[in-house]
T-cell receptor
Framework: DARVTQTPRDKVTEMGQEVTMRCQPILGHNTVFWYRQTMMQGLELLAYFRNRAPLDDSGMPKDRFSAEMPDATLATLKIQPSEPRDSAVYFC?????????????FGPGTRLTVL | QKEVEQNSGPLSVPEGAIASLNCTYSDRVSQSFFWYRQYSGKSPELIMSIYSNGDKEDGRFTAQLNKASQYVSLLIRDSQPSDSATYLCAVNNYGGATNKLIFGTGTLLAVQP
């Protein structure tokens, strides 16, 4: 598919619950990025994978967030336990490390609300 | 100093005018530069990329890069109300060693009919 897909598109949950967000990168892309966007902080990089290996997760709160790529067509971002301050839009983007231009293409995002 | 800086705006221009959006970056080894457009409630959409000094034109959009001044801009000619959005500047700040991009906070453009 020529688009990045993300599920769910919207998620409302209560504090303390586990949240799992999923991303399917563009077919053939081998780099995946997870971003979080809020009004206050803008677009923040949480994690970055290349060929399914995590290369950088320095932007991610380690105590509650985890990111994985079980296979080349699926990336997941989990929050456990979730907190109200995690409310944001989470975007997945994909690209190709073979593309020296470093272009990234974004999915539609998951809007997370933690009550 | 932020790595990528943009004026948050809003930048208001009349329909048909040229909108000029500016971005400065701090890392001299940056090699790739991008403009994304983000409509309210939507995801960022890549609209322009530029890698060499000078101008790059695509339809009504022109990206300009000046590496000596560490400055990249986006010109939108014949602005339309449908161009009203937030424009994000992004820079590959690592000399190409990684694929990561650093984003500015965006400039809100409002095109008045």
């Amino acid at each position: 598919d020529a688009r990045v897909t993300q599920t769910p598109r919207d998620k409302v949950t209560e504090m303390g619950q586990e949240v799992t967000m999923r991303c399917q990168p563009i077919l053939g892309h081998n780099t995946v990025f997870w971003y979080r966007q809020t009004m206050m902080q803008g677009l923040e990089l949480l994690a970055y994978f290349r060929n399914r290996a995590p290369l950088d997760d320095s932007g991610m709160p380690k105590d509650r967030f985890s990111a994985e790529m079980p296979d080349a067509t699926l990336a997941t971002l989990k929050i456990q336990p979730s907190e109200p301050r995690d409310s944001a839009v989470y975007f997945c983007a994909s690209g190709s490390s073979r593309d020296r231009n470093n272009e990234q293409f974004f999915g539609p995002g998951t809007r997370l609300t933690v009550l | 100093q932020k790595e990528v800086e943009q004026n948050s705006g809003p930048l208001s221009v009349p329909e048909g005018a040229i909108a000029s959006l500016n971005c400065t970056y701090s890392d001299r080894v940056s090699q790739s530069f991008f403009w994304y457009r983000q409509y309210s409630g939507k995801s960022p959409e890549l609209i322009m990329s530029i890698y060499s000094n000078g101008d790059k034109e695509d339809g009504r959009f022109t990206a300009q890069l000046n590496k000596a001044s560490q400055y990249v801009s986006l010109l939108i000619r014949d602005s339309q109300p449908s161009d009203s959005a937030t424009y994000l500047c992004a820079v590959n700040n690592y000399g190409g060693a990684t694929n990561k991009l650093i984003f500015g906070t965006g400039t809100l453009l409002a095109v008045q009919p």
